[in-house]
């Protein structure tokens, strides 16, 4: 079992910054692949951004490319979402999400553990 705990949501204007943090407990970190989803009021969750459990590899939604940076710190258990220039349509409850499985996945049904969310509120 992994116990994820995410953090760094708040109110923020358009084209400001943000970093999320997501603090893993429970299990021993370092295999497991981590993800960032995200699900706006009406919407479905999205992916939003993945790493391998070395950090080698990184995926990002195209919506977010450019924009966004996930990064992990293996020593201290945790990865983080850095987000740049934001936009309204930035503004949901983000998820960090882990699976022990041999791929990185880009849909949600390919991760196992789930943090409650942060919530980010973009204003325009």
């Known amino acids: 079992q992994v116990q994820l705990v995410e953090s760094g949501g708040r109110l923020v204007q358009a084209g400001g910054s943000l970093r999320l943090s997501c603090a893993a407990s429970?299990?021993?970190?370092?295999?497991?692949?981590m993800g960032w989803f995200r699900q706006a009021p009406g919407k479905e969750r999205e992916f939003v951004a993945a790493?391998?459990?070395?950090?080698?590899?990184?995926y990002y939604a195209d919506s977010v490319k450019g924009r966004f940076t996930i990064s992990r710190d293996n020593a201290k258990n945790t990865v983080y979402l850095y987000m740049n220039s934001l936009k309204p349509e930035d503004t949901a409850v983000y998820s960090c999400?882990?699976?022990?499985?041999?791929?990185?996945?880009?849909?949600?049904?390919?991760?196992?553990?789930w943090g409650q969310g942060t919530q980010v509120t973009v204003s325009s």
């Open positions: 999400t882990a699976t022990p499985k041999s791929r990185v996945g880009l849909m949600w049904h390919e991760y196992d553990y």
């Open positions: 790493i391998s459990w070395s950090g080698s590899s990184t």
């Open positions: 429970g299990h021993t970190f370092t295999p497991y692949h």
